[in-house]
């Protein structure tokens, strides 16, 4: 069965920076698309960065040039290595493995349970 566990998250000032792990057990995750996703109190939730099974990366507007996705396969982990950080950067981050458990005969995504970054002055 699969399960992720978030890390790295905590409390850092404007300009600092933090690496997010997202740690998988129960399943090889290599192959599989792996998203960031977070929100922030009384706000939308957000994909942040992606990264496929063949290493494509792609960042949302808000992230781009600051923030780097990457995977370690042989560690069954993905990372999030977030630099330049900003105080509208402080919201509840998320690792996803798309498409990969079944509900109900469908393949749907495996949420982890977040890790909270908080910056601020």
């Known amino acids: 069965q699969l399960q992720l566990v978030e890390s790295g998250g905590g409390s850092v000032q404007p300009g600092g920076s933090l690496r997010l792990s997202c740690a998988a057990s129960?399943?090889?995750?290599?192959?599989?698309?792996l998203d960031w996703y977070r929100q922030a109190p009384d706000k939308q939730r957000e994909l942040v960065a992606t990264?496929?099974?063949?290493?494509?990366?792609i960042y949302a507007t808000s992230v781009e040039g600051r923030f780097t996705i990457s995977r370690d396969n042989m560690r069954n982990t993905g990372f999030l290595q977030m630099d330049s950080l900003r105080p509208d950067d402080t919201a509840r981050y998320y690792c996803?493995?798309?498409?990969?458990?079944?509900?109900?005969?469908?393949?749907?995504?495996?949420w982890g349970p977040g890790t909270l970054v908080t910056v601020s002055s």
């Open positions: 996803v493995i798309r498409q990969s458990v079944q509900v109900k005969g469908q393949w749907v995504d495996f």
């Open positions: 990264i496929t099974g063949a290493g494509t990366t």
């Open positions: 129960g399943r090889t995750i290599g192959g599989y698309t």
